[in-house]
């Protein structure tokens, strides 16, 4: 889910920057940038869309850290009706014990950097869009995020094989 405000995402681009997204990327424009519990409610929907296929043998589980919204009447009733057990993860440990902090962001950063960089250079004046950004993102969520094998990251940070593989921090 890519957020953005109304003076970021304007109404008149909204469509074509849509289109331009692969189907695992929603653009959501709404008046604040920030994340809600209606937002994540939304995103708790469509992970269980996502995971429809794989749910009989699987119990999903969603490490979440403690920002208010995450564990409101909201978020937990969407997570609930999804069939998704949420995991709290504690203040100041998300460095250790979320597998997004622990594994994604920072090569999902470097990727996002690399790829907005070559959209620069791949102009005359250097100067990009959010036309030209989008893409950079989706380059980035296709590379990091849905071009790794993430059981190793989940297994170091203590959700996987009985904690048999936990990391040494």
Same mark, same amino acid.
């Given at each position: ?92 440990? &998300?460095? +250790? ?6 594994? *994604? !962001? ?7 950097? %690399? #790829?907005? /960089? ?24 296709? &590379?990091? +995020? ?6 190793? *990251? !989940? ?7 009985? %904690? #048999?593989? /936990?990391?040494?921090?």
């Amino acid at each position: 889910f890519l957020l953005g405000n109304e003076r970021t995402l304007p109404i008149r681009e909204l469509a074509a920057l849509r289109a331009s997204c692969p189907p695992n990327v929603h653009i959501v424009r709404q008046k604040s940038a920030w994340n809600s519990h209606l937002i994540c409610a939304r995103i708790v929907r469509t992970l269980r869309a996502a995971l429809e296929p794989h749910m009989g043998g699987y119990q999903p589980v969603l490490p979440l850290d403690t920002v208010k919204f995450h564990y409101g009447q909201t978020v937990l009733a969407a997570c609930r009706r999804a069939g998704i057990w949420v995991i709290l993860v504690p203040p100041r440990l &998300t460095w +250790l014990l979320q597998p997004k902090d622990t594994s *994604a !962001f920072h090569p999902f950063k470097v990727a996002l950097a %690399q #790829a907005y /960089l070559r959209a620069r250079a791949s102009t005359a004046d250097g100067q990009t869009s959010l036309s030209d950004f989008i893409p950079c993102i989706c380059t980035a969520i296709r &590379t990091i +995020l849905q071009g790794r094998e993430w059981a190793g *990251a !989940f297994d170091g940070n203590g959700f996987g094989r009985q %904690q #048999a593989q /936990l990391s040494s921090l």
